[in-house]
C-alpha cells in the first residue's frame, strides 16, 4: 500500500458516514483504514481525514460532497492539541505569582 495513497477515517459519530466515504474512496481507487473509537483515545467528535497532502484531502472532501468536513481537515493539520492545558498553566501561573506578591505585600 502506497503511503501517499492512505487515507485514514476517525469515526466518533456516524458509522453510516464513514462507510460511505471508504466505499467512495474504494471506488476511486484510494485505499482507506478505519480506526474507531474503541481503538484509538476520546477525540472530538465528527470525522477526520487524515491525509498526507491537504488539497487532496480537500478534493476528496469536496467530490463526496461534504462541506461540513473540510474545516475539520484543516484544523487536524493546523491546531495543537496542547493549547488548553498551555493557556490553563498561564492563567494557574499568573494567580500564583499574584497571589505570592499579595502576601509578600501584606507581610511587609
Known amino acids: 500500500m502506497d503511503p501517499e495513497q492512505l487515507?485514514?477515517?476517525?469515526?466518533y459519530e456516524n458509522e453510516m458516514l464513514v462507510t460511505g466515504v471508504q466505499?467512495?474512496?474504494?471506488?476511486?481507487g484510494i485505499p482507506s483504514v478505519h480506526i474507531?473509537?474503541?481503538?484509538?483515545?476520546p477525540r472530538p467528535r465528527g470525522?477526520?481525514?487524515m491525509y498526507k497532502d491537504l488539497e487532496r484531502a480537500k478534493k476528496i472532501l469536496e467530490?463526496?460532497?461534504?462541506?461540513a468536513y473540510r474545516e475539520i481537515v484543516e484544523?487536524?493539520?493546523k491546531s495543537n492539541p496542547y493549547t488548553i492545558l498551555i493557556i490553563i498553566a498561564v492563567i494557574v501561573v499568573i494567580g500564583l505569582i499574584l497571589f505570592f506578591l499579595n502576601s509578600f505585600l501584606l507581610i511587609s
Open 7 to 11: 487515507v485514514i477515517l476517525f469515526d
Open 75 to 77: 484544523t487536524t493539520y
Open 36 to 41: 474507531s473509537s474503541e481503538e484509538k483515545p
Open 63 to 67: 467530490e463526496f460532497n461534504i462541506e
Open 23 to 28: 466505499e467512495y474512496l474504494l471506488e476511486q
Open 47 to 49: 470525522l477526520r481525514i
